[in-house]
């Protein structure tokens, strides 16, 4: 069972503009979500979490939003950069040890 | 302070031989996750370990998988008679324990190969 869905495979923008990647998940116990940034041949390295208290944390040029109503979270990036080009994981805890990963988002952000 | 370790990075098995996957957490580190990326998909869990103990092993297959993390040396996942469905990318990842288990920091992945 999926309980984290990225339902975007890629994500292309240019370099500057906004970079939003999507996240949703059915669980209603999660209650720390993070994302998580892979680069080929490297291990997944965190970028920004946030608890299900909160519906924003920004972080420089990272902010995820938690909207708990619609089970959704998103991060945004601004500006986007060609060295964010990576795939984002977005990953969701109900505070045991099984983190749940989504299958990811590639992004190319193009010069 | 070097990071999570694992070796080898890459290894090849014929159907039926085992593989032995090791993780050397970050020092100061005393707990271990293992997770497992199949083609297309993201990680999955595996087991959770401290040293000496599984915490949870929820994640793993019932057969043919073990995972230890002994009091001195790296954590081991081992997979017995190795099938092709096994091909996948393994991460380990530590993290500080102490109610830290997010901060959870991951090693570059043993891609394993099936023949």
């Known amino acids: 069972d999926q309980q984290v869905k990225q339902n975007s495979p890629s994500l292309s923008v240019q370099e500057g503009r906004i970079s939003i990647l999507n996240c949703d998940y059915t669980?209603?116990?999660?209650?720390?979500f993070l994302w998580y940034k892979k680069y080929p041949a490297e291990g997944p390295t965190f970028l920004i979490s946030?608890?299900?208290?909160?519906d924003k944390n920004e972080d420089g040029r990272f902010t995820v939003f938690l909207n708990k109503s619609a089970k959704h979270l998103s991060l945004h990036i601004v500006p986007s950069q060609p060295g964010d080009s990576a795939v984002y994981f977005c990953?969701?805890?109900?505070?045991?040890?099984?983190?749940?990963f989504g299958a990811g988002t590639r992004l190319t952000v193009k010069p | 302070n070097a990071g999570v370790m694992q070796n080898p990075r890459h290894l090849v098995r014929r159907r039926g031989q085992e593989a032995r996957l090791r993780c050397s957490p970050m020092k100061g580190h005393s707990h271990v996750y293992w997770y497992r990326q199949l083609p297309e998909e993201g990680l999955k869990f595996m087991v959770y370990?401290?040293?000496?103990?599984?915490?949870?092993e929820s994640g793993m297959p019932k057969e043919r998988f073990s995972a230890e993390f002994p009091k001195e040396g790296p954590s081991i996942l081992r997979i017995q008679q190795v099938v092709r469905g096994d091909s996948a990318a393994y991460f380990c990842?530590?993290?500080?324990?102490?109610?830290?288990?997010?901060?959870?920091?991951f090693g570059p992945g043993t891609r394993l190969t099936v023949t």
């Open positions: 669980n209603s116990m999660f209650d720390y």
């Open positions: 990842a530590s993290s500080p324990g102490s109610g830290r288990t997010y901060e959870q920091y």
């Open positions: 946030i608890s299900s208290i909160k």
């Open positions: 990953a969701a805890s109900a505070g045991n040890n099984d983190m749940r």
């Open positions: 370990l401290q040293k000496e103990n599984i915490i949870d």
